[in-house]
């Protein structure tokens, strides 16, 4: 079983910077391709980034591109996201998952995801 826990969150004013982290356990982590997600009150979950096992494919969100910056550091079985230029619109519950390294790096199909950590951006 895979365990995936993220921390980092919090409540920050528009225009300011978090990092995410979320440490995976259980698994060989660089048999996962890892994604992050997002889900506001009242919305659906949505996709923000996602990079390969091994760190050289990433894709992102329209709505967070050029601000986001996910990363992976697999000696610490840790994958990271960094939101910069932060905006109310941002605020969500944040989430990781991992997919199965045998696919191709995916906005839709992951098999383990973690309990979130709250975001809140301030106008």
């Known amino acids: 079983q895979v365990q995936l826990v993220e921390s980092g969150g919090g409540l920050v004013q528009a225009g300011d910077s978090l990092r995410l982290s979320c440490v995976v356990s259980g698994r060989t982590f660089s048999r996962y391709n890892m994604g992050w997600f997002r889900q506001a009150p009242g919305k659906e979950r949505e996709f923000v980034a996602t990079i390969s096992w091994a760190g050289g494919w990433t894709d992102y969100a329209d709505s967070v591109k050029g601000r986001f910056t996910i990363s992976r550091d697999n000696a610490k079985n840790t994958v990271y996201l960094q939101m910069n230029s932060l905006k109310p619109e941002d605020t969500a519950l944040y989430y990781c998952?991992?997919?199965?390294?045998?696919?191709?790096?995916?906005?839709?199909?992951?098999?383990?995801w973690g309990q979130g950590t709250q975001v809140t951006v301030s106008s």
């Open positions: 998952a991992a997919s199965d390294s045998r696919r191709l790096i995916t906005r839709t199909q992951y098999d383990y």
